[in-house]
């Protein structure tokens, strides 16, 4: 269930960013940050609700979670290529980089459901 639920988060990303330039170029931290607070905004009003999520709310909930799926495997794509050109930045500029990948790591796992 979870796996089919992250494959099709994963999909549903993949194609909203097809549509968004803008988040593949410099604003893509800016769009996940937007896709989280959007996220938080559905949760509270699922809970708000106190009924049974429908499969309306499903849907929902899985194309959220499909898109941020996206986006981070877009960062981490990212963050690959920056570890290859931070060598030739300095010591320092390796153990920046490498600490804002454990935090963001640390930050993903922590809200992650698998």
């Not at 809970?47 to 909930?61: H, M, P, Q, Y």
């Not at 194309?63 to 990212?78: F, K, N, P």
Request: zero cysteines; charged letters at 30%.
């Amino acid at each position: 269930m979870q796996w089919r639920m992250a494959s099709s988060m994963f999909l549903a990303v993949l194609l909203v960013l097809i549509h968004f330039p803008k988040a593949e170029a410099g604003n893509l931290e800016k769009e996940m940050q937007r896709a989280l607070v959007r996220s938080r905004a559905l949760v509270t009003e699922l809970v708000k609700k106190e009924a049974a999520l429908t499969a309306s709310d499903r849907a929902r909930i899985h194309a959220h979670a499909d898109e941020m799926t996206s986006m981070r495997l877009i960062l981490d794509e990212r963050f690959r290529k920056r570890s290859g050109r931070t060598p030739a930045m300095g010591q320092r500029a390796v153990e920046r980089h490498e600490v804002m990948v454990e935090r963001f790591q640390e930050f993903w796992d922590e809200g992650s459901i698998t």
